[in-house]
Nanobody, 127 residues
Framework: QVQLVESGGGLVQSGGSLRLSCAASGFGLDSYFIGWFRQAPGKEREGVSCISGSDAMTWYADSEKGRFTISRDHAKNTVYLEMNSLKPEDTAVYYC????????????????????WGKGTQVTVSS
């Protein structure tokens, strides 16, 4: 069964850190473009960070630059999102998604057109 499973969410105080994992089963992530997206209550889903299939390109939303790091462990078939200096406004459900062989400098982290989505993991940052 092809699926993505997110984990690592939880409740953390402002300024704290979490590492989210996106583990794939049923397929290999090696050639897949991977994105982390989040959706807070009453808000639209937004891109947080993306990484190209070759790992050569990473993208971060402006509000995440310098605080979040996306990485991939090919041996574990897993993509991570390291989140530091968390703020209450980072509170949301975080989703990972995968798309085969995608890259665009014009639209570096789109959530339309993704092939697979996980079910999400809740991140709550208290003030």
């Amino acid at each position: 069964q092809v699926q993505l499973v997110e984990s690592g969410g939880g409740l953390v105080q402002s300024g704290g850190s979490l590492r989210l994992s996106c583990a794939a089963s049923g397929f290999g992530l090696d050639s897949y473009f991977i994105g982390w997206f989040r959706q807070a209550p009453g808000k639209e889903r937004e891109g947080v960070s993306c990484i190209s299939g070759s790992d050569a390109m990473t993208w971060y939303a402006d509000s995440e630059k310098g605080r979040f790091t996306i990485s991939r462990d090919h041996a574990k078939n897993t993509v991570y999102l390291e989140m530091n200096s968390l703020k209450p406004e980072d509170t949301a459900v975080y989703y990972c998604a995968a798309r085969l062989d995608y890259y665009s400098s014009y639209d570096p982290c789109p959530y339309d057109g993704m092939d697979y989505w996980g079910k999400g993991t809740q991140v709550t940052v208290s003030s």
